[in-house]
């Protein structure tokens, strides 16, 4: 494979930055590839682990100096610091990247310490699990899911076009959407039910407290399914909640309405409000697994960022 970028920076090596590096690596998709993060113990088990072509270096202003592109892999809490501390040290015509859940975040925090000539292109590949750490990387965790690219308005064509390039190169399916719509489809999609997973987990232990019964032990597949994703990094959600605020507490709003809504059919015996409900719901279920074909031949995963989602609008 030729290529698709000279010099590849990559900061943070959790499970997504690792998981780059070893796709990169594999592939040769970078012919250079310079990584970092900010602990000293990760930065010696990525050495330790001989993640093919990788140069790991102390920092980060040291990883981003003549890069062409680089790939921010941080919580998205972080981004504004990390662009700070290496916005003034990126070459003219650099691409800067990051792998972030929320978009409008990454670029509010983002695009103010990058100097004329940098360009910004933001993108999330919907990809992942429960693991994290750099033990936990795998060269193959996005072959065949969705990467979304959000560029900005009057974004350089070939800008995008490279990080486009990179994810197609990692096994991607690349689709583009603007900033806003991003945010508000990850909202829907992953972010409510994080938050619901998150809750569920927590009513079940005060439940077994309560009444002393066994719910984890003797927890149906259902429950286990649903809060498994109760174990992702706790950090990178609240960043994710704080930095999507409008958007997740919008879609909360609606569910809470429509849970009441059910909570009354329940309470007052309407049946035939229930089975309307669940018919619905396991109608879009279709629907979703219908446009939803990448799924049916990606690697299986035990948890993906986002739940499956309806094919959003693109070029491809």
Known sequence: MEPVVNRLTIIGQGLIGSSITRAV?????????????ASPKVRKTVAELGLGIAKVVETSV?????????????????????????????????????????????????????????????????????????????ADLFENRWCIVTPLEGASENAVTTVRSFWKA???????????????VLAIT???????????????????????????????????DFTRIASSNPTMWRDIFLNNKEAVLGVLKQF????????????????????????TSRLTRRKVIEKEHISVTAPKREHEDAFPIVRPYGDD
């Open 62 to 138: 040291e990883a981003v100096r003549d890069a062409d592109l680089i790939v921010a892999c941080v919580p998205v809490g972080q981004y504004g610091a990390l662009a700070s501390e290496i916005g003034p040290h990126l070459k003219a015509g650099a691409i800067v990247s990051d792998v972030g859940s929320v978009k409008g975040a990454v670029v509010r925090d983002m695009l103010p310490h990058l100097l004329k000539g940098v360009h910004l292109v933001p993108a999330h590949p919907l990809a992942g699990t429960e693991n994290s750490g750099p033990e936990s990387g795998l």
């Open 25 to 37: 690596s594999a592939n040769r998709i970078a012919r250079e590839l310079v990584v970092t993060d």
């Open 256 to 279: 809470n309405l429509d849970l009441a809504d059910l909570a009354k059919a329940i309470e007052t015996d309407d049946a035939q409000k229930i089975v309307d409900v669940l018919s």
């Open 190 to 224: 992953s972010h409510l039910p994080h938050l619901i997973a998150f809750t569920i987990f927590h009513t079940g232990l005060k439940h077994e407290e309560i009444s002393n019964s066994e719910v984890m032990k003797y927890s149906a597949g259902g429950f286990r």
């Open 170 to 184: 990692l096994g991607s399916e690349v689709e583009t959407m603007t900033v806003a719509q991003h945010d508000k």
